[in-house]
Nanobody, 117 residues
C-alpha cells in the first residue's frame, strides 16, 4: 500500500521559514519524480516545485528564489524549504509522486501552511 505523508506545516509570520517533508512508502522512491503542489481556499491546486529522479528541479515563478525542493532517496523523502514566506503562500501543500516508468501517480493528504502576523 502506498503512503505519502507530509509534515512540517504550521503557522508562521511573514518573512519566516518552514521546511516541509514528505515521506513515501510502498513505492520505489528513486524512480519517481516528486512534486509539491498547493491549494488555497477557493482556488485550483497549482504546482509549486518538482524534482526529477535525476535531481533536476523546476519552480513556479511565484516561489523562485524563495523555495528549494530536494530529495533524499536513502530516506524516501522529499523536502520543500520555504523561506521569506508571504501571506499569499498560505495554502494546503500536497506531495505527489509520479513514476518515471508507468506514470502512476499518488498524492499525500496535505499539510496546512498559514502565513500571518
Amino acid at each position: 500500500q502506498v503512503h505519502l505523508v507530509e509534515s512540517g506545516g504550521g503557522l508562521v509570520q511573514p518573512g519566516g521559514s518552514l521546511r516541509l517533508s514528505c515521506a513515501a512508502s510502498g513505492i520505489r522512491f528513486s524512480i519517481n519524480n516528486m512534486a509539491w503542489f498547493r491549494q488555497a481556499p477557493g482556488k485550483q491546486r497549482d504546482l509549486v516545485a518538482d524534482i526529477t529522479t535525476g535531481g533536476s528541479t523546476t519552480y513556479a515563478d511565484s516561489v523562485k528564489g524563495r523555495f528549494t525542493v530536494s530529495r533524499d532517496n536513502a530516506k524516501n523523502t522529499v523536502y520543500l524549504q520555504m523561506n521569506s514566506l508571504e501571506p499569499e503562500d498560505t495554502a494546503v501543500y500536497y506531495c505527489r509522486s509520479k513514476s518515471a516508468f508507468n506514470r502512476l501517480t499518488y498524492w499525500g493528504q496535505g499539510t496546512q501552511v498559514t502565513v500571518s502576523s
